[in-house]
């Protein structure tokens, strides 16, 4: 079930770039974590979405979130699509899906006439405490980086 603004998410382990088993609860820094749903690795609008992440990654930093990316492709992928990219932050191997269910993120999706179930690109913003305080639905690259900070400076402000 998808969570709402106000929500806990549940804690699980979920494997990163390396293979190893990362609990959702250590994902935020001092504030909060922005936690961001992608389709695919190497692919045009994730590439970019990702890049234009990396980008603010120390404007993140300063205002104490994390960002990490999500997605379904094997850890192996995201090594390869960390390394090309020169991304800094760490990507979730979602293999089984578990946490796309849990972020009600896998849905049915038509891409050239075709109907498939996939992750409808998403982000959302946990607090330490794990609930979540913005969410971002069905998102499109041009601008969601900056949208984002602007938001979590505005959510974090000390």
Known sequence: MRPKIGDAITDMIIPD?????????????????VIYFYPKDNTPGCTQEAKDFQCLVADFAQ??????????????AHVKFRSSQGLAFTLLSDQNGQLCE????LREKKNFGKTSV??????????TGGV????Y?????????????????TLFAE
């Open 17 to 33: 770039q390396d293979g190893q088993g990362v609990a959702l609860s250590s994902l935020p820094g001092v504030h909060g974590a």
């Open 63 to 76: 205002i104490g979130v994390n960002i990490v990316g999500v997605s379904r492709d094997a850890a192996t």
């Open 102 to 105: 849990q972020f009600g993120v």
């Open 118 to 127: 996939g992750i409808v690109r998403s982000t959302f913003v946990v607090d």
């Open 132 to 135: 979540v305080r913005k969410i």
């Open 137 to 153: 639905d069905d998102v499109r690259v041009k601008g969601h980086a900056e949208a984002v900070l602007a938001d979590c400076r």
